[in-house]
């Protein structure tokens, strides 16, 4: 089957791949191990229990290119299994009593947004890809934040100012990386279609 029958509207990257439980349950695991591998580079914020991690990075990127379903199935695994007791979480962490936990519900829940735009062309431009990453990154933080308060005892406001602000230049950076890789996937995805 050549590029050009399985390039089309309404599929993501993973959908390239010929069809199969065993491709599905691959992608599944792969987006999960992808996550954990990526909660490994972290840096800590002075001042906050949480780090600066490639986790959010890993999460939005595997939503996107694996859609909706097989994004939150991965993110899914990567939560049951760190909380079962892998240390995959940020900086080799595990279990279910650390403050960031609600940001990993809340990577969990923006896989399936942003696979679901994904699958309406979202990945396929850079200005669709940029409010696809905004509004996955604002995902994440409207359940990681107040987790983190409730968690820790903090205010909302000093919740924010320890697990939101700090890293807002670090996802702006991470946005851009996204904005380019996945819409510059599909051109040359487009061009090898037009060969055939």
Known sequence: MSTAAISRPGQVLADLLPASRVKDATLVLGGAALTGIAAQIAVPVPGSPVPV????????LVGTSLGAYRGAASLAVYAVVGMA????????KSGMSMPSLGYVFGMLLAALVVG?????GADRS???MAGTMVLGSAIIYAVGVPYLAASTGMSLTEAVAAGLT??????ALKAALAMGALPLAWKLIDGDTDKH
């Open 85 to 92: 007791g892998v240390p995959w979480f940020a900086q080799a």
């Open 53 to 60: 991690t490639g986790q959010t990075f890993a999460a939005l």
């Open 126 to 128: 850079v200005a669709r």
């Open 166 to 171: 700090p890293f807002l230049i670090g996802d």
């Open 116 to 120: 679901a735009l994904a699958r309406r």
